[in-house]
């Protein structure tokens, strides 16, 4: 069809953007191809109502964008509504202009609009993630709880499901369901589901949709009195489509999720599957989540707060006056060296002990390799930290006395004080530089402001030597690579280098990576391309002597692939730490990558999970790979807005994520940060790592000076 006229486009159809063209009573004129797509007609409608096409609750408020339209020719108003289906998702985002002639008078209208139904889909999906998460966290909620309320999600995120189910591995070794809507759940308490039986241990890992077909052959193997349950309360005999997913902890289904349909096979799309592994993914963390926090927050041996612990203090506390003392024995190293492993850890819960037993409740003891570190509340001056080291000192040494005379419990000792103006976090840093300054057992070094900027100084200096590169071949035309920095957020210290593809073609100039990128991957031509990327990333990084980020491709991750890439380094003497390679959670869970994924880690590669939070990966697989940091996706970010506000749902969303992740250990790198309001958000809600147009956009091209400035951070 050709059409021209007001708005008329013919790239429309291909862009997704929906044009009409309407009289003043409201006829069709016009309607472009993508329209017609989405309102399922075959032909255009000229001549018929575009209200005809609105919802009944909706056509108050598009009337009323009609007639401020006709009422201000010239100026745009935009109008949300959805159509009269029976759907459960289905909304448009429409821009009203009237069409005026040449006197000025309207003649009609022009709608301009975007199917925006998956948008919905998602934001709801974030919600209910949030709510699960955040009830999880705060009321500590048993298994059973997680899931009767994951199901009250899921139905929420799936409304096109009509009922649902969820059953949980109990000790007894057997699936028992725990929560039902649309069902007697009484009487399916009374079914008990082998994990052996196919469609409770299906050994599917992602969601998946089981026909009538499926669950009847699933039916036909029970006896009969689980069978008449099923059919019967269970209603199973009425499932047209079943939609089903695991809830992996520990590399194994803890709890699966049922949704169910009755009339229809082909009721749920990919995205219901996506968002319902979303779900079950967020089940897993909160029902491993506990179990694994108190692994990473404290000490395996001796039970005493690690420092990460020591962190998660410091980021709660208000700014006041304190100090931080690293105490570090080589006395007790020596008894390590002497008696071996079990008299060093026996002494040095004694000494624990009786530390603890000699601070104040407001004060807090953590232990992490090989050092003490105390938070003294309330601490003004230097002389309140010696008198409380005097005496600790003594207590420790009495209490030695009795089974290790010969130790001298002597440490050295590194001090930060700080103020009502100082953050809390600060103090880590400075009481640690002030330890690694301080040479002599039984002294106390102070942190001094010159001391941070001297070391700052140093790294960046041990940052910008750089190695000699030989000559490598030109690029494919056009192809550049181009690199963003992410940022230490406290310290605004250059972390490391993101290398991103870019292709500035001839003819039809700068083309975007989401174009190119899946035609290189279909066309095979990743693995040459990719290798081409690594040499000149190896080479930029080896140059620069900042460390750089390669994104993966599931077709790089090839056996032969970590040979490559340790070919690359020894050509330009890069060690493997320096380059990090990032994959998206669909590349993590593709079986045949692993293994060359944990080669790479071996190999002394940082792995960083990429787009963290689409719902898409396992924690089996998360769990089994060893990822160093986690980037969560631009959406969070951008959900937040531009002056978010602390105690939004988005804002508790990525309060929770960042716990879950420090939980496991993992680093938190923060994406898509453009605005002022948004990084001091991030500071006050303790992430460290950052990323964004605000920090640094995308370049060819840096200044080594430039660079030594980056990484030595802001005073």
């Not at 998460?133 to 709880?145: I, Q």
């Not at 920095?485 to 605004?492: A, C, D, G, S, T």
């Amino acid at each position: 069809m050709e059409k021209s006229g007001p708005g008329f486009n013919p790239l429309e159809a291909t862009c997704g953007l929906m044009v009409v063209c309407t009289d003043l009573e409201g006829r069709y004129t016009y309607a472009n191809q993508a329209y017609l797509a989405h309102t399922g007609l075959k032909a255009p409608p000229i001549g018929a109502l575009v209200l005809e096409h609105v919802a009944a609750e909706d056509l108050p408020r598009v009337m009323d964008t009609v007639r401020r339209a006709l009422e201000h020719p010239g100026q745009a108003f935009w109008v949300e509504f959805g159509r009269p289906l029976r759907r459960a998702w289905n909304r448009s985002r429409w821009e009203l202009v009237a069409v005026c002639d040449g006197s000025g008078n309207p003649v009609g209208l022009q709608w301009m609009g975007y199917d925006i139904s998956d948008v919905y889909r998602r934001e709801r999906f974030q919600e209910a993630s949030l709510g699960l998460l955040s009830a999880g966290l705060r009321e500590s909620l048993c298994a059973k709880e997680v899931l009767r309320r994951a199901l009250d999600a899921a139905l929420e995120v799936v409304p096109v499901a009509q009922a649902g189910s969820a059953t949980l591995l109990y000790p007894d070794g057997q699936f028992h369901f725990v929560a039902a809507r649309g069902y007697d759940l009484a009487a399916l308490e009374r079914v008990h589901l082998h994990p052996g039986e196919p469609l409770s241990l299906s050994r599917h890992i992602q969601a998946r949709v089981f026909t009538q077909a499926d669950i009847a052959a699933f039916n036909a193997r029970l006896d009969p009195e689980r069978r008449a349950l099923l059919e019967g309360p269970g209603r199973s005999r009425e499932i047209q489509a079943m939609l089903a997913t695991p809830v992996v902890v520990g590399g194994q289904p803890r709890a699966y999720l049922y949704l169910d349909h009755f009339q229809r096979p082909d009721a749920f799309d990919e995205l219901d599957l996506r968002h319902l592994e979303g779900l079950a993914y967020h089940v897993a963390w909160l029902l491993y989540g506990e179990e694994l926090r108190f692994g990473h927050y404290h000490h395996p041996e001796t039970g005493l707060a690690n420092l990460r612990s020591l962190r998660e203090w410091l980021l709660r506390l208000p700014p006041a006056h304190r100090a931080l003392v690293a105490l570090r024995c080589r006395s007790l190293e020596r008894l390590r060296r002497l008696e071996g492993e079990r008299a060093h850890l026996a002494a040095l819960q004694e000494v624990a002990r009786t530390i603890q037993a000699n601070l104040r409740s407001s004060d807090r003891l953590a232990w992490e390799e090989g050092t003490f570190w105390l938070l003294l509340e309330g601490v003004t001056g230097a002389g309140e930290v010696y008198a409380v080291l005097g005496r600790l000192r003594t207590e420790v040494e009495a209490a030695l006395a009795k089974r290790w005379p010969q130790l001298d419990f002597n440490p050295r000792a590194g001090a930060a004080l700080a103020g009502p103006g100082v953050l809390p976090l600060e103090l880590l840093r400075a009481a640690e530089l002030a330890l690694e300054q301080n040479p002599r057992p039984g002294r106390v070094y102070f942190f001094d402001p010159d001391l941070a900027r001297q070391t700052r100084e140093t790294d960046a200096l041990r940052g910008a030597l750089v190695r000699s590169l030989r000559h490598l071949p030109d690029p494919p035309e056009g192809f550049t690579l181009h690199y963003q920095p992410v940022f230490h957020l406290v310290e605004r210290r250059l972390r490391h280098l993101e290398a991103l593809l870019r292709w500035n073609h001839p003819g039809l100039g700068q083309v975007s990576p989401g174009r190119f990128l899946p035609l290189v991957e279909e066309e095979g031509w990743m693995s040459e391309l990719g290798d081409w990327v690594l040499g000149v990333a190896v080479e930029q990084a080896a140059r620069w002597g900042v460390a750089v980020a390669v994104n993966l491709a599931g077709g790089q991750l090839e056996p032969g692939f970590p040979d490559r890439v340790a070919g690359h380094l020894a050509r330009h003497q890069l060690p493997p730490g320096r380059l990090i390679f990032e994959v998206t959670e669909g590349v993590a869970l593709e079986e045949m990558g692993l293994e060359v994924l944990r080669t790479l880690a071996e190999r002394g590669h940082p792995l960083h999970l990429d787009d963290f939070g689409s719902g898409l990966s396992s924690l089996e697989r998360i769990v089994r790979l060893p990822f160093a940091a986690i980037k969560l996706g631009q959406g969070f970010m951008a959900s937040l807005g531009s002056l978010p506000e602390p105690h939004s749902p988005q804002a508790r969303l990525l309060h929770a994520l960042r716990g879950l992740a420090e939980g496991l250990g993992l680093e938190i790198i923060v994406e898509g940060i453009e605005t002022q309001g948004q990084l001091e958000f991030l500071l006050a809600e303790g992430f460290v790592l950052g990323q964004g147009y605000l920090l640094g956009r995308p370049r060819a091209h840096y200044a080594e000076a430039e660079l030594r400035w980056l990484c030595r951070g802001s005073p």
